[in-house]
């Protein structure tokens, strides 16, 4: 199973692996007395009007009263057994450039880590797998983040990949305006920056950033995207505050992604904006003391 450490998570905002393989003579039903599996493949925003992405076999589509009664959108239950492959989700989602979403595998937070299914689990409880889409396959298998019940996850996020442990956290990023008027709105309406007070960072840790708004997305999508043929981040400077956040970070290209890595260890507090519908990111970043 891929695992990734997953911190809890709050904000200002509301913002795989296989399982035990089933006996062929007695499978052991995912629905029965060990628990109920529900898929949710999403749902997207087309032309204004919600879609949803769809499972075609190995699931139940619920309807909407029972929809409601587990508080998720578009779910099905489950109908496979335990250790068989779990079927892949369709999609017609595709991003501003026409480029298809593509399924990224089932995942769910187990133990506080978000680990990835490709077989459906044991559960002894209820439990619910969660599609991941990508506009990018090459980008790494961080969290997406789920709307489950009543857990309290954000819509703007950093995942931080630590140097000496190859661990990756997730830290929260709160949403406030800007007085910068050409700012992405992150479809609030006016233009804002999203940013974090103090965290540490030490070197050679890697930030990727994650927010809802660009690419009209209503899920978190790893920022800076891909706009006319490119992605740009832009480290920021203050001739007032007599500081360069290129003393403390450096644009990396890893994996298909574009990303920051630091070059000095201390706290720091984070602001970040974005431009051209998302295609470019600016950081600015400020160490403690």
């Given at each position: 199973m891929k695992k990734i450490l997953a911190l809890a998570l709050t904000s200002i905002l509301l913002l795989g692996?296989?399982?035990?393989?089933?006996?062929?003579?007695?499978?052991?039903?995912?629905?029965?007395?060990?628990?109920?599996?529900?898929?949710?493949?999403?749902?997207?925003?087309?032309?204004?009007?919600?879609?949803?992405?769809?499972?075609?076999?190995?699931?139940?589509?619920?309807?909407?009263?029972?929809?409601d009664k587990i508080n998720t959108e578009n779910a099905y239950l489950c109908t496979l057994?335990?250790?068989?492959e779990l079927p892949a989700p369709a999609s017609t989602r595709t991003d501003k450039q026409g480029n298809?979403?593509?399924?990224?595998?089932?995942?769910?937070?187990?133990d506080a880590t978000v680990t990835y299914f490709e077989k459906v689990p044991a559960a002894s409880e209820t439990?619910?797998?969660?599609?991941?889409?990508?506009?990018?396959?090459?980008?790494?298998?961080?969290?997406?983040?789920?709307?489950?019940?009543?857990?309290?996850?954000p819509k703007h996020y950093m995942s931080i990949k630590r140097a000496a442990t190859e661990?990756?956290?997730?830290?929260?990023?709160?949403?406030?305006?800007?007085?910068v008027p050409n700012a992405y709105d992150l479809g609030y309406g006016a233009p804002v920056q999203i940013y974090n007070d103090w965290f540490e960072l030490n070197t050679g840790d890697e930030i990727t950033v994650f927010t809802v708004g660009i690419n009209s997305s209503e899920e978190p999508e790893q920022a800076p995207v891909l706009i006319s043929g490119k992605k740009t981040i832009t480290l920021e400077k203050s001739a007032a505050e007599n500081n360069d956040t290129a003393?403390?970070?450096?644009?990396?290209?890893?994996?298909?992604?574009?990303?920051?890595?630091?070059?000095?260890?201390?706290?720091?507090?984070?602001?970040?904006?974005?431009?051209d519908m998302g295609g470019t990111m600016t950081v600015y970043m400020q160490p403690k003391g």
């Open positions: 692996g296989a399982g035990v393989s089933a006996s062929a003579a007695a499978p052991v039903r995912a629905q029965a007395d060990s628990g109920k599996i529900y898929l949710v493949p999403g749902t997207y925003s087309a032309d204004g009007t919600k879609a949803e992405n769809t499972v075609a076999s190995g699931a139940d589509k619920l309807d909407k009263a029972a929809c057994a335990e250790g068989e298809p979403y593509a399924f990224n595998g089932w995942w769910s937070i187990v439990m619910f797998l969660y599609a991941d889409w990508r506009a990018d396959l090459s980008q790494r298998k961080d969290p997406v983040a789920p709307d489950e019940g009543d857990v309290v996850l661990k990756t956290e997730v830290v929260t990023l709160n949403i406030a305006g800007t007085d003393d403390y970070l450096q644009e990396t290209a890893t994996g298909g992604s574009v990303v920051c890595t630091a070059e000095k260890s201390a706290y720091y507090r984070i602001y970040i904006k974005f431009y």
